[in-house]
């Protein structure tokens, strides 16, 4: 995302998102697609155009007379999304999602439908009290459980972060038990846990696993042929049959598992496993190995 030089209230950054992925995509945008999406008038809606245009990304798109629309410039460059097809992904979603409101939104993609997530099930009341103890870096009291560990025990955590995985939530905090920082999944708490009023003690900067960056080197299976391989390097965009991921340490089993990359042993059809870790050992968890594996496992 490029920066500008002064602050995008969050309607007009919406708005602006909207245009960028519908032209990029589907290489037509109107102001209908606007309008309708956000319940604002034409005139407003050719104003945030040109307002886009002036702006934000001069020569970005070109009028089409004969598609009574804007096409995408050749030379066309994201400004306020990444370019990529899961935010197109993301607006088809919640498009199907809100499918009476949005009944007019003219996405021309033709009999398009998204196959639903199934996210795991969160007690909004312990949505609330994690990001409130994380945003006020207080403790949280909570009665936490595991696959490993079924029966129910009581924690005190101090929270730093809260990321979601792609189906389920979890924070990263201290453990007071283990005196060590750790993920807990937000569905595991029995009950909402507890914000308490002192201060934490433990903060993100002394979290190394979490300060610290990795680069994961991502390479085709190479069970499969070589044309195989061909194949999964273009489904993946690899430059030269390699595709870098940057993340965060603590972060590194949950890219692994949406990849389907397991650290101990792969899948025995490599037509199912398809891609794998170029060095295995560039997992650097050291003594942490066996609860990177139950991380991975969801354990």
């Not at 900067?205 to 391989?229: C, F, N």
Request: hydrophobic share 35%.
């Amino acid at each position: 995302m490029k920066k500008t030089d002064w602050p995008i209230r969050w309607d007009l950054l919406l708005r602006y998102r909207l245009i960028e992925i519908i032209v990029l995509w589907e290489g037509r945008l109107t102001t209908n697609h606007i309008c309708h999406s956000f319940g604002i008038g034409r005139q407003q809606a050719s104003k945030d155009i040109n307002t886009y245009l002036r702006e934000l990304a001069p020569g970005n798109l070109i009028y089409d007379r004969h598609l009574k629309g804007y096409v995408p410039a050749p030379d066309f460059q994201p400004v306020v999304t990444k370019g990529q097809v899961a935010e197109y992904h993301e607006l088809l979603s919640r498009q199907q999602d809100l499918s009476d409101t949005f009944t007019d939104l003219d996405l021309s993609l033709p009999g398009h439908t998204v196959i639903p997530s199934v996210s795991r099930h969160i007690a909004p009341e312990t949505m609330r009290n994690v990001v409130m103890a994380t945003r006020q870096k207080r403790p949280l009291r909570a009665s936490y459980v595991s696959l490993s560990r079924p029966e129910a025990s009581e924690s005190l955590l101090e929270p730093h972060a809260v990321f979601c995985t792609g189906n389920n939530w979890h924070v990263r905090a201290w453990c007071q038990a283990n005196r060590e920082f750790r993920d807990f999944a937000l569905t595991r708490f029995q009950t909402a846990p507890e914000v308490l009023q002192q201060k934490s003690r433990h903060s993100a900067e002394e979290d190394e696993d979490w300060q610290r960056h990795v680069t994961l080197d991502i390479i085709p299976d190479q069970r499969l042929t070589e044309a195989q391989q061909q194949v999964i390097a273009r489904d993946f965009g690899m430059d030269n049959g390699l595709l870098q991921v940057r993340c965060r340490a603590a972060l590194t089993p949950y890219v692994l598992s949406q990849l389907g990359i397991t650290l101990d042993n792969s899948h025995p059809n490599p037509l199912v496993q398809q891609v794998e870790l170029a060095q295995p050992d560039q997992v650097g968890f050291g003594s942490k190995r066996e609860r990177t594996l139950k991380a991975l496992a969801g354990l």
